[in-house]
Structure formats: structure tokens, C-alpha cells
């Protein structure tokens, strides 16, 4: 992820992940979600996680556990569109335009799907 993400979605998010001050040494909203995005592009467990942001065990369960229901509740809208057919048949034939492949709407790397003609 580039800087400039994780600034948007830090700026997205953090309003509604952001700690009330009450000590100097209280979590940055960039720090949390820094180690709920480790906890969820690696397969580190939160025990590493807790020793690599020095932060109580749980007290990371409860932070990646609320930022991950802040960044489902914010981003869904924007990113999970709901179905529409207008936007199917239109995206079926620029990808027909663009590798001749009628009727598809598009393609995932690295797999091989068999189909019947």
C-alpha cells in the first residue's frame, strides 16, 4: 500500500477510530490501523502483533476488532456496489472489445476456470 493510501484511509477512518488523549503514550489512528492491516495482509498472530506495536493483547483484539468494523462500515458502500445489469452488459462488452471473450465480465490472474461451450 502507498504512503498516500494509507493517508486517505486514515483521514477516511479516523474520525471514528480516534482515542480521547489521556496519557502522552496513547495509540495515533495511523498506528492502529497500521497493525490492523499487518494483522490482515500477514498471518502473524495477535501475540506478534502485540509484542511489534508494544500494545496489551487486549487491548489489539478490541483495536483490530473495532477498526476492521469502522473500515467494513465506511468502505462497503464505496467499494461493494450493489448489482446492476446497465453496468454488466456494459462492462461484458468492453471486455469483449478488449480480448475478444464475449459474455464475460472479466477475469482473475492465475486461475484456470473450465467452461463449456
Known amino acids: 500500500m ?42 502473524e498472530s495477535m501475540t506478534s502483533i502485540m509484542f511489534s506495536f508494544r500494545i496489551g493483547q487486549s487491548t489489539v483484539s478490541n483495536l483490530i476488532l473495532q477498526c476492521c468494523t469502522v473500515l467494513w462500515d465506511t468502505l462497503n458502500p464505496k467499494v461493494l456496489l450493489m ?6 452488459e456494459q462492462l461484458a462488452k468492453e471486455f469483449e472489445n478488449k480480448w475478444q471473450m464475449p459474455n464475460c465480465l472479466g477475469s482473475i490472474d492465475g486461475k484456470h476456470i473450465v467452461h463449456q461451450v
Open 83 to 88: 448489482p446492476d445489469t446497465n453496468k454488466w
Open 2 to 43: 502507498s504512503s498516500t493510501t494509507f493517508e486517505e484511509l486514515t483521514c477516511i477512518i479516523g474520525i471514528k477510530i480516534k482515542r480521547i488523549p489521556s496519557r502522552p503514550d496513547v495509540l495515533s489512528v495511523g498506528e492502529i490501523l497500521s497493525a490492523t492491516l499487518r494483522y490482515l495482509a500477514s498471518e
